[in-house]
């Protein structure tokens, strides 16, 4: 697919400091080409990249207000990309898609993309998310930051985004601290798919039965990375729950740890 020109600008003619300044990466899908001069006229100043690279680049003359990320650059936007650009430009970021897709949907927005944004890009459209996006970002420049909440033997950091004890840490994303921090904050106890939804979301529109891929994804994680004492158990119907219990380094013992799905039933024969 031929995609036309982008919009020509010059990254070094981009005054630092401009107020609402919107930063577009990626190709500029057929029909699209006019979103720009809409939000012009909306009172944005807008700068269409092609790439990363001349994302990365444009971050030293100036400090934007949100970027949209398209899903349709060269690779698809990696996960990398998104982290990239929230640490390096320190902003809101949406990622825009020709075409509704769960999977990347879920996967985006669990790398730390603000919104995700299927089907044509209208200026409308965009405008609705902006103001919504960066409401929610003045909102949480406001509160204090979180403290680390205590899950067994583990601390959940989430201005880190991280799991930690004594001898280890483990990274986790943005979502999946949301997810655990609700979770953890009544653990034994069920919350339900729409409370998670509303977790991980943080003011997004998030669908319920997404949820469930959500928490998959957490579980693969904590798995992963050997996290005992951390189960998350689903009930039918109505949610998940958090069940604690004795890690082998807040007990003083030490063994190779094994999944509960994996464990022997209680009484059960086991042989070697």
Do not use: K, N
Not at 33 to 52: F, I, S, T, Y
Not at 168 to 195: I, K, M, N, S
């Amino acid at each position: 697919m031929t995609f036309p020109a982008h919009p020509p600008a010059s990254v070094d003619a981009v005054p630092p400091g401009v107020r609402r300044l919107l930063l577009f990466v990626g190709p500029v899908l057929p029909g699209e080409a006019d979103v720009a001069g809409a939000m012009a006229r909306a009172g944005w100043r807008c700068l269409w990249l092609p790439d990363m690279a001349a994302a990365q680049r444009a971050a030293a003359h100036a400090r934007f207000d949100a970027v949209v990320l398209r899903a349709e650059c060269e690779g698809g936007p990696a996960p990398r990309d998104i982290d990239a650009l929230r640490q390096t430009l320190g902003c809101p970021v949406l990622v825009a898609a020709g075409a509704a897709d769960e999977v990347d949907e879920v996967i985006a927005l669990e790398l730390g993309a603000d919104a995700w944004l299927a089907g044509p890009l209208t200026a409308r459209r965009l405008r609705a998310h902006l103001v919504a996006v960066l409401r929610q970002r003045d909102a949480a420049r406001g509160q204090p930051e979180p403290a680390p909440l205590a899950l067994g033997g583990w601390t959940l950091d989430e201005a880190a985004r991280r799991l930690q004890r004594a001898d280890r840490h483990v990274e986790l994303t943005a979502l999946q601290v949301a997810l655990l921090r609700c979770l953890g904050a009544q653990p034994g106890h069920v919350v339900t798919r729409d409370a998670l939804a509303q977790a991980a979301g943080g003011g997004r529109d998030l669908q319920a039965r997404s949820v469930d891929v959500y928490v998959a994804r957490l579980r693969r994680r904590l798995r992963e990375a050997r996290v005992d004492g951390l189960d998350i158990e689903g009930v039918r119907g109505r949610g998940y729950t958090l069940e604690i219990g004795v890690t082998p380094a807040a007990s003083g013992l030490r063994w190779p740890w094994v999944p509960r799905t994996e464990r022997p039933a209680l009484g059960a024969v086991v042989t070697a």
